[in-house]
């Protein structure tokens, strides 16, 4: 059975990309590399979480010198690297999204990390087929999204049984174990390495320069982790879900020509 963990990077809308973001391994690997994680957050610095927005401002539980912040850093993504964790994203752009949000109606309204939720998980279904290992039981597991995240299961949970009183067959319903979970990043080390892939891939679609910054070399490392045939959230992406949305739930409105 697989276990992947995902966490989001750009929530506020004050940048223009929304990232989703993790890892996903068989279930046994993860408990070594949560052990060897934890160790090394209990390592000199000692830090009680990873997360790597306070580790680029040099506050929370990074409030040391940068030297310092800069090998704690590396040496955990060391420890992503040596457990040969495999990285999916998804991404939205926000002024694309308020074009798209413009046009609903209903509980779907104002819901970004929907649309984010349910790409993660067609690009896990998409990753099973490219590697030939589809239907192989997989449980989700995302950081707390507070009302958010709770409309996001609440949505795939409709989905479900929308599917089932249709008889429509779904890929995600052979492979998902159980309903996807959200917990809380500081208890688990998964979604610690989650953040810093999705602060990452985030932080590459900001800044134009990045490769020559202060964490261009982590972000160069973490790119090798990410599987390269993950859906992005693009035009095509948009109308497909207003289209799915109009036919299906009623919850948006016709595109105006």
């Known amino acids: 059975m697989l ?8 929530s506020d809308g004050s940048r223009p990309p929304f990232v989703l973001a993790g890892y996903i391994l068989p279930a046994k690997r993860w408990e070594q590399f949560s052990d060897e ?27 040391f010198s940068s030297e310092f912040r800069k090998y704690k850093v590396r040496a955990l993504a060391a420890l992503i690297d040596k457990h040969m964790l495999h990285g999916l994203d998804t991404w939205l752009r926000w002024e694309e999204f308020d ?7 209903g509980p779907s309204k104002d819901q970004p990390y929907a649309p984010l939720f349910f790409g993660i998980i067609d690009n896990v279904v998409a990753y099973q087929m490219a590697l030939k290992m589809f239907p192989r039981k997989i449980q989700l597991d995302f950081d707390e ?5 709770r409309f996001a299961i609440q949505s795939y949970g409709a989905i479900l049984e929308f599917c089932e009183q249709s008889e429509i067959q779904m890929d995600h319903a052979s492979i998902i174990e159980g309903t996807p979970r959200m917990l809380n990043d500081k208890k688990y080390p998964g ?16 800044e134009k320069d990045w490769i020559n910054s202060e964490w261009g070399w982590l972000c160069k490392d973490l790119n090798k982790t990410l599987w390269p045939g993950c ?10 879900y207003r289209t799915m949305l109009l036919d299906h739930f009623g919850s948006v409105t016709p595109k105006q020509s």
């Open 3 to 10: 276990q992947g963990y995902f966490d989001d990077s750009g």
């Open 37 to 63: 994680w934890q160790a090394e957050l209990e390592r000199e610095p000692r830090i009680e979480y990873f997360k790597m927005r306070e580790a680029n401002g040099g506050n929370g539980q990074f409030s």
């Open 99 to 105: 074009e798209f949000n413009a046009g609903l109606v």
């Open 145 to 149: 999204q507070g009302k958010a995240g």
């Open 191 to 206: 979604l610690q390495a989650a953040d810093m892939l999705a602060w990452c891939i985030r932080f590459q679609l900001d």
């Open 231 to 240: 859906m992005r959230f693009g035009k095509e992406t948009w109308d497909s």
